[in-house]
């Protein structure tokens, strides 16, 4: 057996086509914000900036690739 809950709702929540969606939309909002920070003077609030929407960009990117492996 060994189907968690987490195993459980995970399969249940790719039905709801939205919420990937949301996350593709996501990226693509980050990447484009990003490329305007890394074209611009950067000083210390846009390098924080940066560094947030970069690790947001590999969060979403996994789970992207995990959904594209269920």
């Known amino acids: 057996m060994g189907v968690g809950w ?3 709702l995970g399969k249940i929540s790719t039905f709801f086509p939205g919420r990937i969606e ?5 990226r ?3 990447m484009e914000e990003r490329n305007q920070l890394l074209n611009g ?3 210390a609030k846009k ?6 929407v970069t690790a947001r960009i590999f969060a979403i990117d996994g789970l992207l690739a995990s959904k594209a492996t269920d």
């Not at 949301?22 to 996501?26: R, V």
Request: hydrophobic share 35%; no cysteine.
């Open 6 to 8: 987490g195993t459980f």
């Open 22 to 26: 949301k996350l593709k939309n996501e």
């Open 28 to 30: 693509q909002r980050l």
């Open 41 to 43: 003077r950067v000083d």
């Open 47 to 52: 390098a924080t900036r940066l560094e947030w």
